[in-house]
């Protein structure tokens, strides 16, 4: 549950760290409040927004189970082995 969890902070930040790459690059003022008015800050949180929302929907769309499997839950079977649990 982690690894889905680190990867929208990661794309969330993204614009933002993207952003203080190009300011380092270009000989900006990383640290310096000006190269960060409002504008700019508005701009990168509604693309970290938007990254977010695609993920989700990518998430949501391509991953789980084919559409009509059966999930068949972890048991142990005859000789005492445990099955872990999986979809048909």
Same mark, same amino acid.
């Given at each position: 549950?982690?690894?889905?969890? &680190?990867?929208?902070?990661? @794309? ?10 190009? %300011? ?5 003022? #990383? @640290? ?8 700019? +800050?508005?701009? +990168? =949180?509604?693309? &970290?927004? %938007? %990254?977010?929302?695609?993920?989700? +929907? #990518? ?25 872990? =649990?999986?979809?048909?």
């Amino acid at each position: 549950m982690i690894r889905p969890v &680190a990867i929208e902070v990661a @794309l969330f930040f993204a614009p933002f760290a993207a952003y203080a790459v190009f %300011l380092w690059l270009t000989k900006g003022g #990383v @640290l310096d409040r000006a190269s960060w008015p409002p504008k700019v +800050l508005m701009s +990168l =949180g509604i693309v &970290a927004m %938007l %990254l977010m929302i695609g993920s989700f +929907l #990518v998430l949501a769309e391509f991953s789980g189970a084919r559409p009509g499997s059966t999930y068949v839950p972890a048991h142990v079977d005859e000789r005492g082995n445990f099955v872990p =649990g999986q979809t048909r």
